[in-house]
């Protein structure tokens, strides 16, 4: 192809991205304020528009308010034009779905994990697959797996996953060769983060999100302008192995003292195991074989002393960390989710104090931290829709 044409072609792509994106951020919307939005002329909105409907991925669907003129056609994108898949590898089970262009569980899978690892592990996510795959949902238009670990995009290559046993493990092209499909494969919080920011509420295009993933591990998925910010290595937002205190206890990655052994699911149950047998007046159960999460949970609302101290110790060490993210990126909306948002509002708000105490007043002020509503749901949308962030170039792949 000439340099000339290339540009061109990369024009007219750029051109569809940008049309096509624009009516998924509307429930419905016109050709005009498609051009007022993306700055297009109103006959190559046209063009492509007619473009989208050709290919069944966008209707028509009745007329709007009348600003004087004829009445305006009203364009909504069609949800069940195209299906993906999203699968979300957690510690005890794996999790498929399949999903429509508006981010509708269609279909879901789950499969106990029972420690599998290794190739045994890519079995299993071969069998969930199969298994989606056998529904009568088609099109299908691309697969996203969500992990925990280290992971290169790029390349859909995990890096490191410690769970899982797998190290430089070429999962997208593992899978691609399978299914003949296109693979992309994210970190759990990256995938969190980017469902959050399509599907969770009230957030605007182009906006910038930190959602942090706090359950066994912690990590953060950082979106800025839209996008996944994965930072040179694909690391970006790895906070749960940064040391938080000198000496402490070793964590599974060798070093001692990193945020997530005193903020994680799993420093909140050792702590319980190691204080509840010696503590008279909580009710915390005194057998450390019975301390579970969910046994904390249960005393932490009975509002057991102990079991406060062990959660709102926990969330102070994570909103001083975070604290720390605010400070770098300055981003003022920042999510909550993994297994520790459980704990609700009075977590919360031991993370939002320790936020306020360890950072500048006016960046503290000006930053908003909630719970996620859709939960450990947004790996999974996040997942499969992930293809979807970088450019819409997926949906007009011949199917
Ligand atoms: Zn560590």
Known sequence: MSPEKATRQQTKEHNRDLVLKTIFAHDT????????????????VSSIVSALLDENLVEEVGRGESLGGKAPVLLSLIPDSRYLIGVNL?????????????????EKVEIPTNKSDGQEAINLIYRLLDQLLTTNLTPIIGIGVSAPGLMNLKEGIVIKAVNLDWEDLPLADLLRRRYNLPVSVLNDSQAAAIGEYIYGTGHQPNENLIVVNVKEGISAGIIINGKLFQGDGGGAGEIGHVVVQKDGIFCRCGKRGCLETLASTSAIIRRAKLLAPEAKSSILPKKIEEISLEAIRTTFFAKDALAQEIVFTAGHYL??????????????????TGEMIRFGEAWLQSVQDAIHQSSYNKLAQDTTIEISKIESQGSILGAATAMLMDGYALLFKET
Not at 324 to 336: A, P, V, Y
Request: net charge positive; glycine share 6%.
């Open 29 to 44: 919307i016109s050709r005009a304020e498609i051009a007022r939005i993306t700055r297009l002329t109103r006959t190559t």
């Open 319 to 336: 909103g001083a960390s975070i604290a720390n993210l605010i400070s770098i990126l300055n981003i003022q909306k920042i999510i909550l």
């Open 90 to 106: 957690e510690r005890t089970k794996f999790v498929g779905a399949i999903i429509n262009l508006r981010g509708e569980i269609k």
